[in-house]
Nanobody
Framework: VQLQAFGGGLVQPGGSLRLSCAAS????????IGWFRQAPGKEHEGLLC????????YYADSVQGRFTTFRNLAENTVSLQMNSLKPEDTAIYYC??????????????????WGQGTQVTVSS
């Protein structure tokens, strides 16, 4: 399984950005998807994790109402739509997948396959 994340960049506070994650060796119609980030000097933070077959999901309080994820099964991609971005959202963002459903939480240990990360910088 290989994941490639793309779409990061520089955005002003209040702006929006969409990240995408393309997979090979895995399809997004089963298992789970996770989005994580790591800010400088901090540990990985689980943002949004969802089971693909039943939609059971977990959203971190820090992104609830601002971030959402959706799949494009035809292109075998998953995207993270980020709205109302804040400077504290600045981090390297990662997508991750797991071949089975995960518990309704968002922790690194639940995911086996990881993309390489893409930088998001929120600054004026």
């Amino acid at each position: 399984v290989q994941l490639q994340a793309f779409g990061g960049g520089l955005v002003q506070p209040g702006g929006s950005l969409r990240l995408s994650c393309a997979a090979s060796g895995f399809t997004f119609d089963y298992g789970a998807i996770g989005w994580f980030r790591q800010a400088p000097g901090k540990e990985h933070e689980g943002l949004l994790c969802i089971n693909n077959n039943d939609g059971e999901s977990y959203y971190a309080d820090s992104v609830q109402g601002r971030f959402t994820t959706f799949r494009n099964l035809a292109e075998n991609t998953v995207s993270l739509q980020m709205n109302s971005l804040k400077p504290e959202d600045t981090a390297i963002y990662y997508c991750a997948t797991e071949g089975v459903n995960v518990k309704p939480r968002c922790v690194v240990a639940d995911f086996t396959h990881w993309g390489q990360g893409t930088q998001v910088t929120v600054s004026s």
